[in-house]
């Protein structure tokens, strides 16, 4: 008798390497500019090992925007809240923000959320629920630090934690752009202690 339950191939690439290389590759080319001919070249893998993986062009851009949601996009987040002195975290979340953004060794600069997933809004079902969690979990983030600094009492019992939540988070956005508009890490830091003082002060 034939074995029916017989076991499939085992895989032979790692799929979280795959993985950030079709983040990349989106993140280069835009989700309607790349094919599924550029993301099995650059992933190194065949159509039907893709599908098996990883399902649609769809489901794979999904499962890259979880991926850098999950890794990538948090480094500002972790310098923020790792800094024991809030001014210190403040710069150390801005600082994080403005390399990401003009570093080139990496290929595509800036946010992918900001720089590529936003432009598919709308388009992409899943794009937009994934985009609008994102935002929130890092203004509760945020804000949650505030709220820790007002119980230590470093900061004023009155001081509006999600509302400098969203204008960190907004400066982030605005670093963004500007390093993928071109400019330069130096340039974007000279700043960075009024900014600081505009999140954490009301006399701005």
């Known amino acids: 008798m034939n074995d029916t339950n017989k076991k499939g191939r085992p895989r032979t690439f ?5 993985l950030l290389a079709a983040m990349n590759t989106f993140w280069a080319k835009g989700y309607d500019g790349t094919s599924m001919k550029d993301l099995t070249k650059a992933m190194g893998i065949s159509g039907p090992s893709l599908y098996a993986a990883f399902g649609d062009k769809r489901e794979l851009y999904l499962k890259s925007i979880d991926r ?3 890794t ?3 480094a500002p987040i972790v ?3 790792s800094e024991s002195d809030i001014s210190k975290a403040v710069e150390g ?3 994080s923000v403005i390399h990401y ?4 060794s990496g290929g595509a600069r800036g946010c992918f959320l900001a720089s590529c997933v936003s432009t598919s809004m709308g388009e992409v079902e899943g794009v937009e629920e994934r985009m609008t969690k994102a935002i929130e979990e890092t203004d509760f983030r ?3 630090r505030f709220d820790i600094e007002k119980e230590k009492g470093v900061l004023g019992a009155d001081f509006p934690s999600l509302d400098r939540a969203r204008l960190l988070y907004d400066m982030r956005q605005g670093y963004v752009f500007r390093g993928r ?3 330069s890490e130096e340039s974007l830091t000279k700043d960075i202690a009024d900014r600081v003082h505009m999140v954490l002060h009301d006399d701005y």
């Not at 790692?14 to 795959?18: F, K, M, N, T, Y």
């Not at 953004?101 to 080139?104: E, F, G, R, V």
């Open 14 to 18: 790692d799929l979280d390497e795959a």
């Open 68 to 70: 850098y949601a999950d």
């Open 72 to 74: 990538d996009g948090c």
């Open 79 to 81: 310098a923020f809240e």
């Open 93 to 95: 979340f801005l600082l």
């Open 101 to 104: 953004s003009t570093d080139y």
């Open 142 to 144: 945020l804000a949650s």
């Open 181 to 183: 508009a071109g400019w």
